[in-house]
């Protein structure tokens, strides 16, 4: 039984959607990605009380072995293609200067950094299989609560983050910076040259706060 973060279970989602989600993954007959315990590995890492970035992707990895429940990161024990995370380190060392090799994007979230897809599973090999099997209204529900407490950085890679965005969030306080998704597929479209990282620690120390160490 796939264990709930915590820190986020008093969500509606968790007692009025989750059973039917719960019943359309085990009716699944191809394997799901990430691996059940990892699930929610991206609510579970990050609290709503130290969310100070999100970065809102579209859903998992789906080679196995590739996701490890945080958006883009990669388990380092993969070996493979980079793909979005590629492009992502990409753009970091053109932002920032910074060459980073660590895959596993774990540092990041332990900062306040809530890396989260709109669908928080995917059939193998069969990306945005599962963008239809109810995990929007956890998504809407993250962002309303996010949305209602301090302003907070939003990077929103991708349609379907937007999409959902401009749904569930209000304040206009918030630093939200929307480009296309990373994959190699439309990081050209306007990901690549964006200057997320360094966009959002000048907004972090603007109001006092410690910028993300990317590295």
Known sequence: MTALPTQWSHLP??????????????AENRPVLPPEPLRFAALERCSPA???VVILGQDPYHTPGKADGLAFSINPAFGGRLDSLGNIFKELHADLGIVRNQTALADWADQGVLLLNTALSVPEGTPNGHDRIGWEPLVAQVLAELDTAAPRVFLLWGDPAQRLARKYLRNPDHLRIETAHPSPLSAWRGFLGSRPFSRTNEWLRARGGAPIRWG
């Open 13 to 26: 989602f968790f007692r009025d959607d989750w059973p039917e989600v719960t019943a359309r993954l085990a």
């Open 50 to 52: 130290r969310t100070r």
